[in-house]
């Protein structure tokens, strides 16, 4: 899934959107395409998890939950999407999410520090934070 913008500006109910780029409508998915929509659900709170600590976590990512719990019950339930137990098993997302971003942790780091100093961020942008550039002055 290709990302189109991400903000840590509030729109509307949702703190920080990310959005993705418009793409041809589907009616198959694959696996890996249903995982990266969970981890970009699941990916704000694990960050925020890992940058500020237990403790200071917030509830602002409710929805980000409730649509990476009905896509991960999906590809069991509905889609029988899974390496354990075919039909009957359950995804981890939360562990993968976590662990994709600590073995991206620089990036992590850059991209939010770009987003504190920009707030916004376009497709272009991102890929130039995140191949560890640093962004033109604005």
């Known amino acids: 899934m290709s990302i189109n913008k991400a903000t840590i500006m509030?729109?509307?109910?949702?703190?920080?959107?990310?959005?993705?780029?418009p793409g041809d409508d589907r009616w198959n998915e694959t696996r890996a395409q249903l995982l990266a929509q969970m981890d970009i659900s699941m990916g704000a709170r694990v960050a925020e998890e890992l940058?500020?600590?237990?403790?200071?976590?917030a509830t602002g990512a409710s929805s980000d939950f409730a649509n990476a719990t009905k896509m991960a019950k999906q590809m069991v339930i509905k889609f029988g999407?899974?390496?354990?137990?075919g039909v009957m098993t359950y995804s981890d997302t939360g562990k993968l999410t976590k662990l994709i971003l600590k073995s991206h942790?620089?990036?992590?780091?850059?991209?939010?520090?770009?987003l504190l100093t920009y707030e916004t961020l376009g497709a272009k942008?991102?890929?130039?934070?995140?191949?560890?550039?640093?962004?033109?002055?604005r």
């Open 81 to 85: 999407i899974s390496e354990k137990l």
């Open 105 to 114: 942790a620089e990036e992590h780091k850059n991209l939010a520090e770009a």
């Open 125 to 137: 942008e991102i890929q130039i934070v995140l191949e560890g550039k640093k962004l033109e002055v």
């Open 10 to 21: 509030p729109q509307g109910p949702t703190f920080g959107p990310v959005s993705p780029l």
């Open 51 to 57: 940058i500020f600590g237990t403790d200071h976590i």
